[in-house]
């Protein structure tokens, strides 16, 4: 890397991830001058979205995590003595728990080796750069199918071949857990030799029928169509993502899939809720008695504050036994209560279920059929949109670089400047850092909740439809007191987030244990393991495993910044993500927290039209303003037309 | 009445090489000796005809997220083209010109079309890459070379006349954009309406 960072900025933003790119951006758009961070060689944080062999590399990043050794040139020569100083993490903590099964046949006799997008693989195309390994984000590597194993988390013995092979596995897999795991993040390992024996004999006598079965080599070759995301969430078509999204023209960068369809779980049965007009009078499961009953229900929903007299003697109740005093069904009930409103039977008032059935019915129709959207590729790219922004308006970009400390000045208590990877000094006004980068010594009064994370690839829909492109949302209630409701997404292909014949599905919720001991009673109820028997023979229409990851991931959101100690006032804590379905909460505090960096500036505002900027030199200042705007003209100008898209208006 | 046809257009290559120089003299005709480095540009547009079709290109430029080494994935997609740009008299862009070329196999889409520039070519008196080199390499990979100068408007046309007639014809099974959902459109009408 021939250049060197500058050496000051306005603001210094530590970390990638949804609320931090956003208030980068704002800031950039206002004016500042911006350095964004991150030490990881992706964008996002634990926002990020990955391809399977990105995915299988960050697994393995936090298996190895634990043997960072420090080879940073020592900063504490280079505080002052009217200085303290504030050491940043070297270690990501907040993933936990970390567990693959792998239940597709691993035919390991290939060299499996995900494709590149250009099929022409030339040997020419070496390494001019001894830093090219770390440069790229997601670099594929034929040894990673290896921190796979193959094992069956069930109970349940399945024939005798694969039985005996799994048994070694998991053998093995228990003694390499010895070796390698430290109790936070364990990744089974089994040696590849050992793997393809055991499996193989096991194959090789059974089953070799079914050609059109997606194997382990079909999806590593096929990695690149993955874009599998650490967080699964939902934009609400008039959230304030949304909102932001379209008011500060990031919308540009990104494209959009509307949820198809909005599933229940009732009776070990999946079924679709109706919840817009048409789909309340389409619906063949509801009687029309229950049509009508919900259709009265949900017109008085839509403006519920105007009849108080309906809910006010219910307020201090909960909303399921709101419910129960309506007129509907117990169908219907479970309907509102879990899939529209998606609260649970305990949780919440009657107030705040009629608020969140209402603000599902405002959602619908502006886009669709449901409230909810999907970005394509994934919701990692949302990060991504918003930093493209910030570095358009002169921001700028350093992932893999990571800081050692915060400098702060004794006698006003405010940090002044941080001391990066290279020992270099980088003095700023203002220090936003994602609560990750945060050593123990400040953290260490903060009490976390843990999100229970499951990422599952399978076979086909949880829902059989006419369309095999559906993308599905559906709420399991909590099963006992203790344990919470559990959000299942389901998405196809056509989202660009898995390859083409198979579903990704993402299971969320606030963790009572850990993500296996959490989210597999529902994995089970959904899905059946993916075997090499007839399954075809059997009843069982449940879709079927290919491949499952479970992990913990840290919940950082709603702590309050008095609970880490000793922040300089100019220092500002970004969390990482909730466990909510919407991105509300990463705006929000964006929002507030670039009121403080920057109090009465606009918050994104729209980019100037370019008729507006004054730019050096005549020439270009007339053909600028001759042109016209892209979002706008873009459909409607055939002719040749010239367009800018955004000059920052205080260029020069 | 021809149809158009959006083609993003991606730039990659070393900070320096000429990327912002290139697309402002194609979509400006204008060329600026002081231009700072890639500020304020978001995209911008042209459009020129190709046979039956007009091609609208967007070409995106990469907002100097390249020079610390940290473009993001979704630069790429949807990218029908790529120009990759080095300078004829600097023999280390030639060779970090490979380098994007791996960075586009694995973030880019399949098909992409590939451009590689040789920029400033009306400095050839302190020349460090052959063109025969730059010939070759492109043959290896598939991609279209020229070598292109901003400065005197050589070859900038040609560049994206080579890139247009590379782009498959429109696939009518595949229409466009896959039922996606672009934001911005439909939203300002929405929000007129309700405010």
């Given at each position: 890397m021939a250049d060197n960072l500058p050496s000051e900025f306005d603001v210094i933003v530590i970390g990638t991830g949804l609320p931090e790119s956003i208030i980068a951006a704002a800031c950039s758009r206002s004016g500042q001058r911006v350095?964004?961070?991150?030490?990881?060689?992706?964008?996002?944080?634990?926002?990020?979205?990955?391809?399977?062999s990105g995915l299988l590399s960050w697994l393995?990043?936090?298996?190895?995590?634990?043997?960072?050794?420090?080879?940073?040139?020592?900063?504490?020569e280079q505080i002052f003595e009217n200085e303290d100083s504030i050491a940043l993490s070297r270690k990501d903590k907040t993933i936990q728990h970390v567990e693959v099964f792998?239940?597709?046949?691993?035919?390991?006799?290939?060299d499996v080796e995900e494709a590149g997008a250009l099929q022409k693989n030339h040997a020419s195309v070496t390494s001019a750069n001894p830093t090219e390994g770390a440069h790229s984000a997601y670099l594929p590597s034929e040894h990673e199918s290896c921190t796979v194993s193959c094992e069956m988390p069930t109970e349940k013995t399945p024939k005798s071949d694969l039985e005996n092979s799994l048994?070694?596995?998991?053998?093995?897999a228990t003694r390499e857990k010895e070796k390698h795991c430290d109790d936070k993040t364990c990744v089974k390992s089994v040696s590849e030799e050992e793997t393809s024996e055991n499996v193989l004999t096991a194959e090789d006598t059974s089953l070799q029928s079914k050609k059109n079965r997606i194997t382990y080599s079909q999806i590593v070759k096929e990695g690149r169509r993955f874009n599998i995301d650490l967080v699964s969430k939902l934009l609400y078509s008039r959230g304030l993502l949304i909102d932001l999204l379209i008011k500060s023209n990031v919308s540009r960068y990104a494209e959009f899939k509307n949820i198809t369809r909005i599933l229940a779980l009732r009776d070990g049965r999946v079924e679709q809720v109706p919840c817009s007009r048409a789909d309340v009078f389409n619906s063949k499961q509801l009687t029309m008695v229950e049509k009508r009953m919900l259709m009265k229900f949900l017109t008085f929903c839509m403006e519920y504050e105007k009849h108080p007299d309906e809910y006010k003697a219910y307020e201090e109740t909960t909303f399921s036994e709101y419910l129960k005093t309506q007129k509907l069904t117990p169908n219907l009930q479970y309907f509102v209560l879990h899939s529209i409103a998606m609260t649970s039977e305990t949780a919440s008032n009657t107030i705040d279920g009629l608020k969140a059935t209402k603000n599902f019915l405002h959602c619908l129709g502006r886009y669709g059929n449901t409230p909810f959207l999907f970005p394509l590729y994934g919701q990692g790219e949302l990060p991504q949109c918003f930093c493209r922004m910030c570095?358009?308006?002169?921001?700028?970009?350093?992932?893999?670089?990571?800081?050692?400390?915060?400098?702060?000045d004794k006698e006003s208590r405010k940090c002044k400047a941080i001391i990066d990877q290279f020992g270099q000094r980088i003095i700023s006004k203002h220090f936003l850092v994602e609560d990750s980068y945060f050593s123990e010594n400040i953290c260490s009064h903060v009490q976390y909740r843990q999100i229970s994370r499951s990422v599952l690839i399978t076979d086909r829909s949880v829902l059989k439809a006419d369309s095999d492109q559906q993308i599905s949302i559906l709420t399991v209630p909590a099963e006992e007191t203790g344990t919470f409701a559990v959000r299942v997404i389901e998405l196809c292909s056509s989202t660009m987030t898995c390859m083409k014949g198979t579903y990704l599905v993402h299971l969320t919720c606030t963790s009572s244990k850990t993500a296996r001991e959490d989210l597999e009673p529902i994995v089970q109820k959904l899905f059946t393991p993916y075997t090499e028997t007839e399954i075809e023979n059997e009843e069982n229409e449940k879709p079927r495993l290919l491949w499952a990851l479970y992990f913990n991931m840290r919940d950082s959101s709603d702590v309050s910044r008095n609970s880490y100690n000793d922040l300089p006032s100019n220092v500002y804590v970004c969390s990482g993500p909730d466990c909510g379905l919407g991105n509300d909460n990463a705006v929000k505090l964006a929002e507030t927290l670039f009121q403080q960096v920057c109090p009465n500036e606009d918050f994104c505002p729209p980019p100037p039209n370019p008729e507006d900027v004054i730019i050096d030199g005549d020439s270009l200042q007339s053909e600028v303003s001759e042109s016209s705007f892209i979002p706008e003209a873009n459909s409607e100008t055939p002719k040749e037309s010239t367009s800018l898209g955004n000059p920052e208006g205080s260029s020069q | 009445m021809m149809a158009i046809r959006e083609l993003k257009v991606c730039?990659?290559?070393?900070?320096?090489?000429?990327?912002s120089s290139i697309v402002c003299r194609f979509v400006q005709d204008h060329f600026d000796h002081n231009i700072s480095p890639t500020i304020g540009a978001s995209f911008m547009t042209k459009t020129v005809p190709c046979g039956n079709e007009l091609h609208k290109f967007l070409i995106w430029d990469t907002a100097g997220q390249e020079r610390f080494h940290s473009l993001a994935p979704m630069y790429y997609r949807g990218s029908a083209a790529a120009v990759i740009v080095y300078d004829i008299t600097k023999q280390d862009s030639f060779h970090t010109l490979k380098k994007w070329v791996k960075e586009l196999k694995e973030h880019g889409p399949e098909n992409i079309v590939m451009a590689i520039a040789g920029n400033k070519c009306d400095l050839s008196d302190i020349r460090e890459?052959?063109?025969?080199?730059?010939?070759?390499?492109?043959?290896s990979i598939g991609a279209v070379v020229v070598?292109?100068?901003?400065?005197?408007?050589?070859?900038?046309?040609?560049?994206?006349?080579?890139?247009?007639?590379?782009?498959?014809?429109?696939d009518p099974h595949e229409n466009g954009n896959n039922g996606a959902i672009k934001l911005g459109k439909q939203a300002t009408q929405a929000s007129r309406r309700c405010c």
């Open positions: 350095l964004h961070l991150d030490s990881r060689s992706y964008y996002g944080g634990n926002w990020a979205s990955f391809s399977f393995k990043e936090y298996q190895e995590n634990s043997d960072i050794v420090n080879e940073s040139p020592a900063w504490q792998c239940y597709a046949s691993q035919d390991l006799h290939e048994e070694i596995n998991d053998v093995e570095a358009v308006f002169g921001g700028i970009y350093c992932l893999r670089h990571s800081v050692q400390c915060l400098v702060v | 730039l990659l290559g070393d900070t320096g090489v000429g990327k890459v052959p063109l025969k080199d730059a010939k070759e390499y492109a043959e070598e292109t100068s901003a400065k005197n408007a050589i070859n900038i046309e040609e560049l994206f006349q080579g890139i247009s007639r590379q782009i498959p014809p429109l």
